[in-house]
T-cell receptor
Framework: DVKVTQSSRYLVKRTGEKVFLECVQDMDHENMFWYRQDPGLGLRLIYFSYDVKMKEKGDIPEGYSVSREKKERFSLILESASTNQTSMYLC??????????????FGEGSRLTVL | GQNIDQPTEMTATEGAIVQINCTYQTSGFNGLFWYQQHAGEAPTFLSYNVLDGLEEKGRFSSFLSRSKGYSYLLLKELQMKDSASYLCAVMDSNYQLIWGAGTKLIIKP
C-alpha cells in the first residue's frame, strides 16, 4: 500500500519557535508538495519540489522554507512560528508528467497550533 | 484572477443521487480533478477529466464542459460513508493545481 507519512499529527508551539514538519513517501515519486488547508479556503500551495535539492515557491511561501535532501523526504520549516500559521498542513507526492502531477497522494496532515 | 467555485455544503438522503457542481476560471486548462476528503483524513483522488464528457467509475461519475468552465461530480446510490468533503481542482497552463474550497456533503438516513 502506497504511503505518505507525516511526522506529527498534532503540534502545539509558541510564537517565535522554530517548527519542523517532516514528510516521507515510499512510492519513489519525484514530485512533492506542501499545502496548508484552512476552513473556507481551497488548498494553498506553500512550496513544491520536482527533484532532490530542488525547490520552488508556491502561492504562499512567506514565513516558510523547505528542504529536500533525499528523494523520499520533504521537510517544511517555519523559522519563527506566528499565530497566523495555525493551520492544517498537508504533504503530497506524485509522479512527474502532466496528468500524473495532478493525481496527488496525501499524508494524513499535521495540525499545528501556534499560541 | 483564478477562481474555482463550488457549493459550501449539500445534504442528501441515503440511497439517492446527488450532483456537486464546480465552475472555474483559470489561466489555461490541463485537466480537472475531484478529490474526496473525510473529516480529519487526507484527500484521496477520485477522478480526472481533460476532455468534454462523462467519465464513469462505479457509483461516481464526473462530467466536464470546457467551453462552459463547468464540471460536476455525480454520486449515485448514496451511502452513509459518502459523507465527506469533495474538492474540485483545475490544473492551469503552468501545470499547477488550483483548488476550490470544497463541498461538504451530509448524508441523512
Amino acid at each position: 500500500d502506497v504511503k505518505v507519512t507525516q511526522s506529527s499529527r498534532y503540534l502545539v508551539k509558541r510564537t517565535g519557535e522554530k517548527v519542523f514538519l517532516e514528510c516521507v513517501q515510499d512510492m519513489d515519486h519525484e514530485n512533492m508538495f506542501w499545502y496548508r488547508q484552512d476552513p473556507g479556503l481551497g488548498l494553498r500551495l506553500i512550496y513544491f519540489s520536482y527533484d532532490v535539492k530542488m525547490k520552488e515557491k508556491g502561492d504562499i511561501p512567506e514565513g516558510y522554507s523547505v528542504s529536500r535532501e533525499k528523494k523520499e523526504r520533504f521537510s517544511l520549516i517555519l523559522e519563527s512560528a506566528s499565530t497566523n500559521q495555525t493551520s492544517m498542513y498537508l504533504c503530497a507526492s506524485s509522479f512527474p508528467g502532466t496528468e500524473n502531477t495532478g493525481e496527488l497522494f496525501f499524508g494524513e496532515g499535521s495540525r499545528l497550533t501556534v499560541l | 484572477g483564478q477562481n474555482i467555485d463550488q457549493p459550501t455544503e449539500m445534504t442528501a438522503t441515503e440511497g439517492a443521487i446527488v450532483q456537486i457542481n464546480c465552475t472555474y476560471q483559470t489561466s489555461g486548462f490541463n485537466g480537472l480533478f475531484w478529490y474526496q476528503q473525510h473529516a480529519g483524513e487526507a484527500p484521496t483522488f477520485l477522478s480526472y477529466n481533460v476532455l468534454d464528457g462523462l467519465e464513469e467509475k462505479g457509483r461516481f461519475s464526473s462530467f466536464l464542459s470546457r467551453s462552459k468552465g463547468y464540471s460536476y461530480l455525480l454520486l449515485k446510490e448514496l451511502q452513509m460513508k459518502d459523507s465527506a468533503s469533495y474538492l474540485c481542482a483545475v490544473m492551469d497552463s503552468n501545470y499547477q493545481l488550483i483548488w476550490g474550497a470544497g463541498t461538504k456533503l451530509i448524508i441523512k438516513p
